[in-house]
C-alpha cells in the first residue's frame, strides 16, 4: 500500500510541509495501491493532478498539485461514487475501505478552501 496525504498547505514553504507535526492538522491520509487509483480518486472528484518537481519535501517520493476544486459529495452522491470506486479499482468493500473514503470526503471542504491544494507521496 502507498500512503498518499492529501494536505490543505496555507503555504509551499518547506518550513511548513516537511513538518509533519505542523500539517498534520491539515491533512487527509489515504491507502492506496497504485497511483492509477490515485488518479481514479481524482476522477471520481472531477479535478485533475499534475506532478510537481519543484517542491522537495522531505520523506516523501513525489508531489502533485491540484488543479480547481474537489466536488463536494452529498451522503447520496457519495454512496453513488463509493460502489463507482470499488468496479473501478476491484477494491474490497469492507470498513476500512469505507471509513478512508468518507473521511477523506469530509475533508474535502478543507481542501477546497486551501491556499494550495497538494498530494504527497509519504516513502514509507
Request: charged share 25%; proline share 1%; glycine share 4%.
Amino acid at each position: 500500500m502507498i500512503h498518499f496525504s492529501f494536505v490543505a498547505a496555507p503555504s509551499l514553504e518547506n518550513d511548513f510541509l516537511d513538518d509533519l507535526e505542523s500539517r498534520i492538522e491539515f491533512q487527509e491520509t489515504l491507502c492506496l495501491e497504485n497511483t492509477e487509483e490515485l488518479e481514479t480518486l481524482m476522477k471520481g472528484y472531477g479535478v485533475k493532478i499534475h506532478h510537481c518537481d519543484s517542491l522537495n519535501v522531505k520523506e516523501t517520493v513525489n508531489c502533485w498539485m491540484v488543479n480547481g476544486l474537489f466536488s463536494e459529495l452529498s451522503q447520496e452522491d457519495f454512496d453513488d461514487f463509493y460502489e463507482y470506486w470499488l468496479k473501478a479499482t476491484i477494491r474490497d468493500n469492507n470498513m476500512d475501505e469505507y471509513g478512508q473514503l468518507i473521511c477523506f470526503n469530509s475533508f474535502v471542504g478543507k481542501l477546497n478552501q486551501a491556499r494550495f491544494k497538494v498530494i504527497l507521496q509519504e516513502a514509507i
